[in-house]
């Protein structure tokens, strides 16, 4: 199942994290347009320990040709008895040091064009790259912090003309330190992952920590993280909110953040619910492949696992 690619290598992949089904309609979409774009590297799913409990879903991702690493619970030490528990679980690549690199995706992400630049390109030694935060906060967020204003955001000091991010100075708003984590590229280490656990375990700000992983990475690695460009990890709001640097056929990974495309098949045509069209045209070329199949099992897992967690209506 799921022949590897051309030229493959496996020290590098691809990877993204499940906990549970709900995402997986996602995941099944985020495959298709790594392959669709040609990539010549390999998606392998992390998944819980609940997930791998799960044998139907579990033989849903066999059905899927997708490789699955089975990842233990990460959560911070309690503090004050309690434990901010979140997704931490993507720090498990860190310890993964059978392998090169790793590029970790969210699985709310759609690949538009190859991206296997990322597997090569420099990041700097114990560094890792990622695309800034945007901090406009265009939906008025009321739990967002207060200063996640659009003066303040990394995207408005971006270059309008090149995409380029803006650069990491001393002198740079706070806001310009955080990074999205749906899209990371790392260097396993043993020794970057015990830094980051220890961090997990014993950061002060650790417990009050919104993003967990994303929050974390930004600390740990402050002034350490190389910024990509936008157009690896383009938040969909921003279609709106930063259009003066947004250009359509430049993004390359297109992240659906906040509402998601598989809740429902009636989404807005503003400018950034109108991007759930592109989600749904790939969604229609995974079902065909999986519905037209003659392998009755392929066909019973997709109405079982994934139509119970895609909107049908
Ligand atoms: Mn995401």
Redesign the pocket.
Known sequence: MGSLPHGHDPTKIWSTLLTNRGYFGGALVLNHTLRKTGSRYQLKIMVTREVEADTEFMEAFQAAGIPTIVVDKIEPAPRDGKVNKGTWEKLAPWGMTEYERIVLL????VILHNIDEMMTMDIGEGCIAAAHACTCNPKKLAHYSKDWVPENCAFTAANKRTGEPAAITEACPANHHLLNS?TVILEPSKAQYDALIHAMNTHPDVPKMLFFDQDLLAVVYRSRWKPLPYTYNALKPMRECHADLWRDEDVKVL???LAKPWKSRTYGDDVVESTHRLWWEFYAEVEKEWTETFDEDKRRLWRDVVVPVVAQK
């Open positions: 969210d699985s709310d992400q749906g992240h659906y953040i």
